[in-house]
């Protein structure tokens, strides 16, 4: 069994089997934390930071956790909602008035948040290197008409979400949601999350291991294909995470890099009522709006049942994430995962560098810690 680092109580011990396991099994490196009250009750990592094996995974080790950044970006919004200074029920336009063009001048701040603005893609031609330019992608999208009525319906804005948010923030603070996310998030809670990367950290950043092309038809062939089909603009390549552009970059949907110990410590505050390790960032109300229903069916990019609420994916009896009906959760491209559960002030995270699937569902490794996890806290 693959030697795992890091600290863990007893009770959580099946978390540390848990890592293990996938390690030996289909894991590179990986990293898995269970924060309870505010405080890490299981810190682990293991295997290794390249795909040659050359190099082991170490306690700050930081990788490209792709979607699981929508929930930084997200609590970003609700802090801003919290203090007064953002409506979430608001027209977008009420903040960034260019935006109202071709028939968005309805279209609210929640719709942003909850995947249902009709806005998954760009209709104009990008390259990979344009969602690198705010100004550019973010004008695209002010210019763009909705796929369909928004608020209706969900369709996953892969891409395009954080650049909506991000540039709802950037307008009402005058910071980008990077710098914003460093000041009042991460700062504050010490927190090794970056959504812009400093060269200064590449040293430690596991680079990302791309999915298998599918060779054969199948149910990953089918996951490719829906892939490109809704988000084929630009033609993106998972490899394109570990150049230096992608990094330094500002992709608030999707270019965050840290680790399962910070993705957990940034999102207790959540879990915990608004306040982690002394640290308010949030009101217990400000913390409800993420229950507020926004959308529940199937979505219509991704093809399976979501309940979405404000920025995060909320438990339902299609995708039972967690015993306990306060829970939300998202997880990124290629497998990684965070869950917060209001009712057990619990937060379980799980990141790594292999990625399994060409498709955006994830897989099975992340569920396997958060299960181990929820064993735990039933142990008592």
Not at 33 to 61: I, K, M, Q, S
Request: one cysteine or more; aromatic letters at 8%.
């Amino acid at each position: 069994m693959t030697q795992i680092h890091g600290s863990c109580d007893d009770r959580f011990g099946g978390v540390r089997d848990a890592l293990a396991a996938s390690l030996d099994r289909d894991d590179v490196g990986a990293s898995a934390a269970v924060f309870l009250d505010g405080v890490p009750v299981a810190d682990l990592w293991g295997g290794h930071a390249d795909e040659a094996r050359t190099r082991p995974w170490e306690r700050d080790t930081i990788v490209n956790v792709w979607s699981t950044t929508k929930t930084m970006t997200a609590l970003c919004a609700l802090m801003l909602a919290d203090r007064g200074e953002l409506d979430l029920h608001a027209p977008v336009a009420r903040y960034w008035p260019e935006f109202a063009a071709a028939g968005k001048e309805r279209v609210e701040v929640r719709h942003l948040l909850s995947h249902t603005a009709g806005l998954p893609s760009w209709d104009e031609p990008m390259a990979t290197e344009d969602l690198y330019d705010w100004d550019k992608s973010t004008a695209a999208l002010a210019r763009q008409r909705p796929w369909w009525e928004p608020g209706t319906e969900s369709g996953y804005h892969a891409f395009t979400q954080g650049h909506l948010v991000g540039e709802v923030i950037r307008r009402i603070t005058g910071a980008s949601v990077g710098a914003f996310f460093a000041a009042e998030v991460a700062g504050p809670l010490g927190a090794d999350f970056h959504i812009g990367l400093p060269a200064e950290h590449d040293h430690r950043v596991a680079p990302v291991i791309p999915a298998p092309v599918p060779e054969s038809e199948g149910p990953a062939m089918e996951a490719a294909r829906l892939l490109l089909r809704h988000y084929g603009n630009p033609r993106f390549d998972a490899g394109t995470a570990n150049s230096a552009g992608w990094r330094r970059a500002e992709i608030p949907a999707a270019g965050g890099h840290g680790n399962a110990r910070s993705v957990a410590a940034v999102q207790s505050v959540l879990a915990c009522g608004g306040e982690a390790r002394g640290v308010r960032l949030l009101s217990e109300a400000g913390c409800e709006a993420v229950f507020q229903e926004q959308s529940n069916g199937k979505d219509r990019c991704l093809g399976v049942p979501l309940r979405l609420g404000m920025g995060y994916g909320l438990n339902s009896a299609e995708m039972p994430i967690s015993p306990n009906p306060r829970t939300c959760f998202w997880g990124g491209w290629g497998g990684s995962l965070v869950v917060v559960d209001l009712d057990a002030r619990m937060v379980v995270a799980y990141a790594m560098n292999r990625m399994l699937s060409p498709g955006t569902l994830g897989d099975g490794r992340g569920i396997g810690i958060v299960l181990a996890a929820y064993a735990g806290l039933a142990a008592g």
